[in-house]
């Protein structure tokens, strides 16, 4: 294993193989990636996946707009002989509440300001898109065609080997077990399999952020939260493009074998536990089968879980930590850390090496917290 590094990346998930990936196509040398299990088996392997650009702040939407033209040419931009499955078959919004209909609205006129060509749309106009879908009690939708899902695994792949062959060494089995801070500057990392010597450590560590932070002394402010997820055996019904609702608290989506996915919030307990529970078969169902009757009687084949990184505003936390030099972070994505991987990876690479950022992310720095300026985004699942 190195001795030294450029950088140590903490966390071999979307974000820190983006990162390092975009770190070493920018030409840094020694990209140290370093992941204490294996690779994807945080959040990111454990996602539905989903990418879309229908947010309510400019900022989210100017991010998932950037990325989702990443993911489009994600396969030539990473010389991936498979495919990472980008499927645009669109995100249909459905509004349940006058509160959400008015949002919608404010929402739409906001992305089409920023060239995100969204439609809002009557219940029965939504119809043309999802024709079983049973419109009882939906108020009015918001549909993007340019939305849709990614398959996480082939993604993920595709950047460790594209990362690898530009000479990214990724340890896998290699946990961070301390960061050594000098003169309140970084010196290096303490592992399982030895020390690493770095000026500079980025912590990608999803929900396990705020314990690797202490590490440095810092406190990212991010909790874990589990939410699960279910696959249903190949249904012969095209769903086209993927449903959620916000206050009816479900997202699905139909995979390319036919495959339905579908999760939900609330919030449940903090835990790192990634257990499964009747529970959520219960009210999963009978969520899904309230908008898509025809999936009554579909069996189910596989259930899991995995932890959304939450931060105070459900933002994600991305740049420099100004109390330690050369201590970097990008995480807190809380749910939709996925969609946001690809221009993760660019714009913190920029950031580390010190050019200035096609986005600017000064607003989503860690300090936000500190100095009370929270960011409000209405629509987070
Ligand atoms: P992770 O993928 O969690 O990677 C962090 C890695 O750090 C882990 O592999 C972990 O093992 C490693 N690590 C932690 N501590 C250490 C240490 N001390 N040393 C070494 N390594 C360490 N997002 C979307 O955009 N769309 C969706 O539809 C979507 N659906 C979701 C559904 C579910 C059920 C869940 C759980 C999440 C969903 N998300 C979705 C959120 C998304 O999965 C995450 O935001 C994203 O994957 C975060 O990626 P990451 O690389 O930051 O973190």
Redesign the pocket.
């Known amino acids: 294993m190195n001795r030294t590094a450029e950088i140590v990346i ?7 193989l983006a990162t390092a990936y975009n770190l070493a196509a920018m030409g840094m040398k020694d990209v140290v990636v ?4 294996y690779l994807m ?4 392997g ?6 879309r650009q229908q947010w309510g702040t400019e900022m989210n939407c100017l991010l998932a707009k950037a990325s989702c033209e990443i993911f489009e040419n994600l396969n030539e931009i990473l010389d991936y002989e498979g495919d990472i499955e980008f499927k645009q078959g669109g995100y249909l919004l459905m509004a349940v509440t006058e509160k959400e209909v008015e949002q919608f609205k404010k929402n739409v006129a906001l992305q089409n300001s920023l060239g995100i060509k969204s439609v809002l749309l009557s219940p029965e106009e939504a119809l043309e898109i999802v024709p079983d879908l049973n419109i009882e009690g939906i108020l009015a939708c918001a549909f993007h065609h340019k939305d849709g899902h990614a398959n996480p695994f082939h993604t993920m792949i595709a950047y460790a080997e594209a990362a690898k062959r530009l000479g990214v060494k990724i340890y896998t089995y ?3 077990t301390g960061i050594m801070v000098e003169g309140g500057r970084i010196r290096g990392v303490k592992t399982n399999r030895g020390d690493i010597f770095t000026g500079r450590v980025l912590i ?5 952020s705020r314990e ?1 932070g202490a590490m440095a002394g810092v406190d990212i402010p991010v909790r874990p939260e589990r ?3 279910l696959v249903t055996e190949p249904v012969n019904h095209r769903l086209g493009p993927m449903i959620m609702s916000f206050a009816g608290n479900i ?1 699905c989506q139909q995979e390319p074998g036919g495959e339905f996915i579908m ?1 939900y919030g609330p919030a449940e307990h903090e835990t790192y536990s990634i257990t499964s529970s009747w529970d959520f078969l219960e009210v999963m169902c009978r969520k899904a089968v309230r908008f898509l009757p025809y999936l009554r009687n579909i069996r189910i084949v596989r259930q899991w ?5 939450i931060s105070p505003d459900a933002q994600p936390i991305l740049g420099r930590v100004e109390q330690v030099e050369g201590l970097y972070v ?2 807190g ?1 809380s ?7 690809p221009i993760t990876g660019v714009l913190m690479a920029q950031c580390i090496l010190g050019l200035p950022t096609t986005i600017p992310i000064d607003k989503l720095d860690l300090a936000r917290f500190e100095r009370g300026e929270l960011i409000f985004e209405p629509s987070v699942v």
């Open positions: 903490i966390g071999g998930g979307i974000s820190g370093l992941e204490k299990s088996s945080g959040s990111t454990r996602c539905g996946a989903g990418v290699t946990e961070v990608a560590a999803g929900a396990w690797v939410h699960q997820i997202y999760g879980s995995g932890l959304y990184e990008a995480t994505f749910g939709h850390g996925f969609m946001f991987g």
